[in-house]
């Protein structure tokens, strides 16, 4: 990013930058502060004008990670990344504090990259909120193991009288001719009933 030589034109961007709800650094080819918004100034609860010059190490906790990552950068192995720092401050709950950073290279017109474009901005909520949904997903798959293992215990334990009585049912159909009305009647009711038995336990098993 190229700042206008136009003092009126400098102080109105500034005042745009500063603005911003997300936190903004530019850093040379030496990885020193060349400009940081108001709101990453009040995140790393130091004045915007100590940053300049200096290196993140120099400025916050997690200056080391924060220059192997613009490091990468300028050597030109990612143009453009991001990634999520924790935090050794801890909120008055106890909870770490997180940061999603957005690095991009900024490059001169014939292609050299000669500093780094930074955004920072507070994600411990929404870190929360993923550690929340994870423990749900796990919460959620347990339970869906559970029910199959109940499942397949409740089909074994209701289909093996089933196939029993179904058995007996046809040996005694196939088994005795001079079978009168009766009992083919009868023989029938209980094979009916056995195949609407077997399909009201499929229909409960698909559920």
């Known amino acids: 990013?190229?700042?206008?030589t136009d003092p009126a034109l400098m102080d109105r961007m500034c005042a745009l930058l500063d603005a911003a709800p997300v936190g903004l650094a530019l850093f040379d080819n030496q990885c020193r502060y060349q400009y940081v918004n108001r709101t990453l100034a009040q995140l790393n609860k130091r004045d915007a004008a100590d940053h300049i010059g200096k290196r993140p190490s120099e400025i916050i906790r997690l200056g080391g990670a924060l220059e192997?990552?613009?490091?990468?950068?300028?050597?030109?192995?990612?143009?453009?990344f991001a990634e999520t720092l924790e935090s050794q401050r801890r909120r008055a709950d106890g909870q770490a504090i997180h940061y999603r950073v957005d690095y991009w290279a900024q490059r001169q017109p014939d292609g050299p990259v000669v500093g780094v474009g930074c955004l920072v901005r507070e994600t411990t909520d929404e870190a929360a909120v993923r550690l929340e949904l994870e423990q749900a997903n796990r919460e959620l798959r347990k339970l869906d193991e559970m029910k199959n293992n109940l499942l397949g215990n409740v089909s074994h334990e209701l289909r093996s009288p089933l196939v029993g009585i179904r058995g007996y049912v046809e040996l005694l159909q196939q088994g005795k001719r001079d079978q009168d009305n009766t009992e083919r009647k009868w023989l029938g009711r209980i094979q009916h009933n056995v195949t609407r038995l077997e399909r009201i336990i499929d229909e409960l098993l698909q559920m």
């Open 1 to 4: 990013m190229d700042f206008p």
């Open 68 to 80: 192997r990552s613009l490091e990468r950068v300028l050597r030109g192995e990612a143009a453009l």
